[in-house]
C-alpha cells in the first residue's frame, strides 16, 4: 500500500514569515493530495488539494506544489498569522483506492 | 453544509466493556471512514466502508469491528476495551477518495 512520510513534526515560525511543510509519498498511482488543518480541540479540515494534472495550486497566502517525478508535494505558508497555528495533514490516494493515506501530521506554532 | 456527527464527544468506560461509536453522515456519501489519534502517531485508519454492509481493515483493526446497516451510519465497535484503546477516536465521510473527506468532532475515548 501507500506510504505517506510527513515533514518536520514540529515547526515554530515568526509572525510574517512563512512555513513550508513537506510530504512524499511512495504509490506512483496516487493522483490526489489534499492538505488538512486541525485547530486545537477541533476536527480536521480541508485547506487545500492538489490532483496529479497540475504542478501547484494557490488560494490566497497557502499553495501547495507537487513534483510526480520525485514523488513529494509540499504546502507553503506565506505571511503567517497566529491563527494558522494548528496541526496540519498530508494525504494521498488514487482512483484505484477506496482511502486516504495521511502523513503523521505537522504541529506549526506561529509566534507573534 | 455536510455534517458528520459522532454520538459522543467524551466517553469513560471501563477494561473489559463493550463499546459502540456511532457516526452519522447526512450527504449521502459512499466512502466512511474510523480513524484513531494520538500524539505524534497522526491519523491511524482503523477501518473502513465503501458501502452498505461493506467493510475493509485499515492499518490498525485489531480489537476493533465495524457495522455499516445504513449508508448514513458508521459504527465502530470495541468488543472488550482495553486501557490501550483510550485515545481520540474520528470518523469521516467521503463521496469517493478523490474528493473532499469531512470529519466527525471525535470522541475522547478513556479505558480504566
Known amino acids: 500500500g501507500e506510504n505517506v512520510e510527513q515533514h518536520p513534526s514540529t515547526l515554530s515560525v515568526q509572525e510574517g514569515d512563512s512555513a513550508v511543510i513537506k510530504c512524499t509519498y511512495s504509490?506512483?498511482?496516487?493522483?490526489?493530495f489534499p492538505w488538512y488543518k486541525q485547530e486545537l480541540g477541533k476536527r480536521p479540515q480541508l485547506i487545500i488539494d492538489?490532483?496529479?494534472?497540475?504542478g501547484e495550486k494557490k488560494d490566497q497566502r497557502i499553495a501547495v506544489t507537487l513534483n510526480k517525478t520525485a514523488k513529494h508535494f509540499s504546502l507553503h505558508i506565506t505571511e503567517t498569522q497566529p491563527e494558522d497555528s494548528a496541526v496540519y495533514f498530508c494525504?494521498?490516494?488514487?482512483?484505484?483506492?477506496?482511502?486516504?493515506?495521511f502523513g503523521t501530521g505537522t504541529s506549526l506554532t506561529v509566534i507573534p | 453544509d455536510v455534517k458528520v456527527t459522532q454520538s459522543s464527544r467524551y466517553l469513560v468506560k471501563r477494561t473489559g466493556e463493550k463499546v459502540f461509536l456511532e457516526c452519522v453522515q447526512d450527504?449521502?456519501?459512499?466512502?466512511m471512514f474510523w480513524y484513531r489519534q494520538d500524539p505524534g502517531l497522526g491519523l491511524r485508519l482503523i477501518y473502513f466502508?465503501?458501502?452498505?454492509?461493506?467493510?475493509e481493515k485499515g492499518d490498525i483493526p485489531e480489537g476493533y469491528s465495524v457495522s455499516r446497516e445504513k449508508k448514513e451510519r458508521f459504527s465502530l465497535i470495541l468488543e472488550s476495551a482495553s486501557t490501550n484503546q483510550t485515545s481520540m477516536y474520528l470518523c469521516?465521510?467521503?463521496?469517493?477518495?478523490?474528493?473532499?473527506?469531512?470529519f466527525g468532532q471525535g470522541t475522547r475515548l478513556t479505558v480504566v
Open positions: 469521516a465521510s467521503s463521496l469517493s477518495s478523490r474528493a473532499e473527506a469531512f
Open positions: 504509490d506512483s498511482a496516487s493522483n490526489y
Open positions: 492538489i490532483r496529479s494534472n497540475v
Open positions: 494525504a494521498a490516494t488514487s482512483n484505484t483506492g477506496n482511502q486516504f493515506y
Open positions: 450527504m449521502d456519501h459512499e466512502n
Open positions: 466502508s465503501y458501502d452498505v454492509k461493506m467493510k
